[in-house]
């Protein structure tokens, strides 16, 4: 997946049959769907892919616990079959996590076993394993750091855990290898339309250069997610509001926390939201909120009421408490919720689900959803665009399709920090090998090494710092301020990579502090 070949077949493509707005979950899920069924497909990104909502998730591909609880019964099965598909289309990034819930009170055991024994009926034969009641003494074997006053017993459970950004790389990387061309940097500036006031196509401006190109096509899909409502005033004589954003912040704290292999889910907090403390790429996270936010942003930034919600929650269920000093990072994602049809409703009761608008003009947008159903939303999309008449009929192909990387997940080793990379582990390594220099850390703190920043910039796109140790190395969510340490070295590596000087340099390094601060809390930034 190289830059310079997708900006040529941009220039060398005179229609397209799919043109794509919006690179996360659902626009990249999209561009494969389309791609795969053999329709000629094209998606620009105005930043990086996954740079929004995409990359700032729980890190789970699971049905919805607390879906079920409010009696979304569809919503719950269709999420639980699409993780079954993902953890087998994606083997090497979707990793089966047990869950344990501590019962304070004497019904909860018993509650939670029930309502458990539903979720893994809905998985059926996608079942990542069976939920069971387990003791008090087995609750504190598997969470040994939990709080041990007052406890009763646990329910243990399974789900899906994996990496958000790293998946969406790799669904970009699929859709490319089945003929799409994809761009990041690329943004719609102009909507193009026709004597009937039908949509045509789109103007596009390339962030880099300032070129401005003119992409005609026939089906024309809006996957921007929370930025939706800026692409309908484009399209929109009359505004309206189509999505509305509630952001979710997660705390990271190091593995000491929350020892052992287990994660932690805390079905009700003071506040009746789902709490949980994931393992992940050596930490642990611990998330979220569900706040309505007013406006949408490209770096939504923790409120210090969330903040404080996620630590005094993770204080109460943790007998080692974390304080505000071990937070190694902080990160805020919006969700893009349909907007409900009555003011005011609170973001607990608006639906989860996908919901496909086609507009007076032709324009089909997305809104709502999850990244567990990104392929059944993108299976939607298109089919959506075949009933509307704009696509012949051909059939969705992505129900077994292997994403870039799949690779069983017996023959991976989880303990070497490149399993993400699955099937192109041993492309890394031979970069290792032909380089001494590549075998350098990007920080010595950290595992990373200059072989993978290498890979990002040559054949995944990576354009900037951000790029790389936010979205393709993970360093910029698990450690903010070794981040912030590594960005020199990877803003003049990426210089040398693709010809920029001095100053592009200066002015890289300046722009990702600006971004990183927003990843620590405001006494340590």
Known sequence: ?????????????????VIIIGGGASGLGTALDAASRGYKTILVEAVDFAKGTSSRSTKLVHGGVRYLEQGDIHLVREALKER????????????????????????????????????????????????????????????????????????IYHDGQFDDSRLAINIAQTAVEKGACLLNYMKVVHLLKDDNNQIIGVE??????????ILKGAAIINATGVFT???????????????????????????????????????????????????????????TTDTLIKKQSLEPVALESEIAFVLETAQRFLAKKPTRADVLSVFAGLRPL????????????????????????????????KWTTYRKIAEDIINKAIHTG??????????????????ATTTLDRENHLYIYGSDIHNITELQENNAELKEKVHPDHEFTMAEVIWAIRYEMARTVDDILARRV????????????????????????????????????????????????PEFQ
């Open 474 to 521: 993970r360093l910029l969510f698990l450690d903010a301020r070794a981040a912030i340490q590594s960005s020199e070295k990877v803003a003049r590596l990426l210089a040398k990579e693709l010809g920029h000087n001095e100053a592009w340099v200066n002015k890289e390094i300046l722009n990702f502090r600006k971004i990183a601060k927003g990843f620590l809390l």
């Open 84 to 155: 079954g598909l993902m953890s087998k289309n994606a083997g090497h990034l979707i990793k089966n996590q047990s869950f344990v819930i501590p019962n304070y009170t004497w019904w909860g055991g018993s509650f939670y076993t029930i309502g458990l024994k539903i979720y893994d009926i809905l998985a059926g034969r996608l079942s990542l394993g069976a939920s069971k009641y387990i003791s008090k003494k087995k609750t504190i074997e598997m969470l040994p750091n939990v709080e041990e006053n007052g406890l009763v017993s646990g329910v």
């Open 204 to 213: 596009v401006q390339d962030h880099e250069k300032g070129d401005k190109y």
């Open 229 to 287: 409502n800026a692409i309908m005033k484009l399209n929109d004589t009359v505004y309206k509001k189509y999505i509305v954003p509630s952001q979710g912040i997660h705390l990271v704290f190091d593995r000491s926390f929350l020892p052992g292999d287990h994660a932690l889910m805390i079905p009700k907090t003071s506040d009746g939201r789902v709490l949980f403390a994931v393992p992940w790429h050596n930490r642990i996270v611990v998330g």
């Open 338 to 369: 349909a907007a409900p049809k009555e003011e005011g409703k609170s973001t607990k009761e608006v639906s989860r689900s996908h919901k496909i608008i086609v507009s007076e003009t032709g324009l089909i947008t997305i809104t709502g959803g």
């Open 1 to 17: 997946m190289k830059h310079s070949e997708q900006l040529l077949k941009l220039k060398s493509t005179e229609k397209w049959d």
């Open 390 to 407: 704009k696509l012949p009929k051909k059939p969705c192909v992505t129900e077994h399709l292997a994403i870039h990387g799949n690779k």
